[in-house]
């Protein structure tokens, strides 16, 4: 990776955290792996899907072999069954805080950079009855119908094209009868304010990008990406946050015989780039005071 592209990184002091956002396909993990073998930081993940054990190859995350470079923290340590939110993620990153050197921060889910550098509320789980309500309503009206039941504040605050956000804001007023909004005036200081870090995001250049992730999805399955989806195939319940994982739901769709693994690569290349836009635009609306890096450089 040319000099140019990390010398932007490279200065930061070893007493500092390091955060690397950007969306999927950027190259942030190459990104962290080379500083960490540099500075002899650990790489801490911040991506909700790369948590999980049964995803390896689609979540992108770091191969074994990258693993064995650097500590990597926070990876692959979460079965399917377990309930995991950003609010176990920050209590999980807290005590990582205190290493030297600093460890580098690095991943796609900008909700839990905004946890991290902004805090977070602790808000009561949604009760099971409540939950399901709200997937009813979700599944027969959509999410629209969810949403003409939120005050302006809360609407405001959410990405409107993420179902499950405006459902967890409406579960939030129907099981605490207050507002997501009301909550989150209620946010506590950060555990590592943005004054105290060096904040990085990858702003990638679409047509790059887009090349980069239509390789990237041949590779995955050529490196076992359909394995992972046989195997929880049995199990496969497409509302559970494992689930979210981009392209499993073409694959699960290709192993039941309701795709050609043609249209299932296809349409799972398309649902990366679409989620890739949205990351980017997420990435310029929220994080306007990180430092930004053009890729490619």
Same mark, same amino acid.
């Given at each position: 990776m040319a000099s140019k592209y990390l010398s932007q990184i490279e200065n930061t002091s070893l007493d500092t955290p390091v955060l690397?956002?950007?969306?999927? #396909?950027?190259?942030? *993990?190459?990104?962290?792996?080379?500083?960490?073998? #540099?500075?002899?930081?650990?790489? &801490?993940?911040?991506? /909700?899907?790369? &948590?999980? /054990?049964?995803?390896?190859?689609?979540?992108?995350?770091? *191969?074994?072999? @990258?693993?064995?470079?650097a500590p990597h923290l926070l990876y692959g340590?979460?079965? !399917? @069954?377990?309930?995991?939110? &950003?609010?176990?993620?920050? !209590?999980? &990153?807290?005590?990582?805080?205190?290493?030297?050197?600093?460890? +580098?921060?690095?991943?796609?889910?900008?909700?839990?950079?905004? /946890?991290?550098?902004?805090?977070?509320? @602790?808000?009561p789980e949604t009760p099971p009855d409540i939950r399901r309500r709200a997937d009813t309503i979700r599944k027969s009206a959509g999410h629209e119908a969810l949403l003409a039941a939120l005050d302006a504040q809360t609407a405001a605050g959410l990405d409107?094209?993420?179902?499950?956000?405006?459902q967890r804001a409406w579960e939030v007023q129907e099981a605490t009868g207050k507002?997501?909004?009301?909550?989150? $005036?209620?946010?506590?200081?950060?555990?590592?304010?943005?004054? $105290?870090?060096?904040?990085?995001?990858?702003?990638?250049? $679409? #047509?790059?990008?887009?090349?980069?992730?239509?390789?990237?999805?041949? +590779?995955?399955?050529?490196n076992g990406a359909l394995d992972e989806a046989r195997a929880v195939e049995p199990d496969w319940d497409p509302t559970a946050p494992w689930a979210k994982a981009i392209g499993a739901p073409e694959l699960i769709a290709y192993l039941r015989g309701e795709l050609s693994l043609a249209d299932a690569r296809a349409a799972a290349i398309v649902s990366t780039r679409q989620?890739? $836009?949205?990351?980017?635009?997420?990435? !310029? #609306?929220r994080m306007g005071q990180w430092n930004r890096i053009s890729v490619p450089s």
């Open positions: 690397i956002a950007g969306p999927t #396909a950027s190259g942030k *993990s190459a990104t962290a792996l080379r500083l960490a073998r #540099a500075q002899g930081r650990s790489i &801490v993940n911040a991506d /909700a899907l790369q &948590v999980y /054990a049964c995803w390896r190859v689609l979540s992108a995350r770091p *191969s074994a072999e @990258e693993e064995a470079q340590h979460v079965s !399917r @069954e377990v309930p995991y939110s &950003v609010g176990h993620w920050l !209590r999980e &990153v807290a005590p990582l805080l205190s290493q030297r050197p600093a460890p +580098i921060i690095i991943g796609g889910t900008g909700l839990y950079f905004r /946890a991290l550098t902004e805090g977070l509320v @602790e808000i409107l094209q993420n179902p499950m956000r405006v507002s997501l909004s009301d909550w989150q $005036k209620e946010t506590p200081p950060p555990l590592l304010p943005l004054s $105290k870090a060096a904040a990085f995001v990858l702003d990638a250049e $679409k #047509a790059w990008l887009n090349a980069r992730i239509e390789q990237r999805f041949d +590779i995955m399955v050529e989620y890739a $836009k949205r990351q980017r635009t997420w990435f !310029r #609306a």
